[in-house]
């Protein structure tokens, strides 16, 4: 389907579904407990703020910036992190919220220096699942969409900085 001269992969009505179907999963599962929800910026944050906003369990949200990306279509080898306020997460449930999974080094890494805080409990969440390049053994806990090699943008990714704005999930011909 075309939108705006984008082709469109997943519709905002199939992202949304997604989001709700995973904030029912996250809620059945994490429930009884307070969530500190760590949000990886920038491409996560749309979805994020849909996800706790869908959810019943009640959250803290937390952002940091983790990029293993530096010319926007090939992963890196390293990791490179900011975040804004101290991380305290001792004893505590910790949702991390990616927009994609992909090699999966940054979902590895980020979890394991979460886990040196050692937290009662660590969960991870992507909206999009790419299976296709996963160089670390690394699966989130839930996952809503599924893409083999595409190059994707919109709903929070982006392609060179652009397109974050969209309500879908469109294919990129880089």
Request: proline letters at 3%; charged letters at 25%; aromatic letters at 6%.
């Amino acid at each position: 389907m075309m939108a705006s001269g984008h082709t469109v992969l997943f519709s905002a009505d199939v992202i949304s579904r997604s989001v709700r179907d995973l904030a029912l999963s996250i809620d059945r599962d994490l429930r009884n407990s307070r969530v500190v929800v760590i949000t990886v910026l920038k491409g996560a944050v749309m979805f994020s703020c849909d996800l706790v906003r869908a959810m019943e369990t009640e959250t803290e949200m937390v952002f940091l910036s983790a990029s293993s990306y530096s010319d926007g279509f090939t992963p890196d080898e390293t990791l490179r992190l900011q975040q804004e306020t101290e991380l305290d997460v001792a004893g505590r449930d910790v949702l991390i919220v990616d927009d994609i999974i992909d090699t999966g080094r940054t979902l590895t890494e980020l979890a394991g220096l979460i886990q040196l805080q050692q937290p009662r409990s660590i969960s991870t969440v992507a909206l999009v699942n790419k299976t296709s390049r996963r160089a670390a053994a690394a699966e989130p806990t839930y996952s809503g969409l599924e893409i083999g090699e595409e190059f994707i943008y919109g709903y929070g990714l982006d392609w060179d900085e652009r397109y974050r704005d969209l309500p879908f999930i469109a294919l990129a011909n880089p």
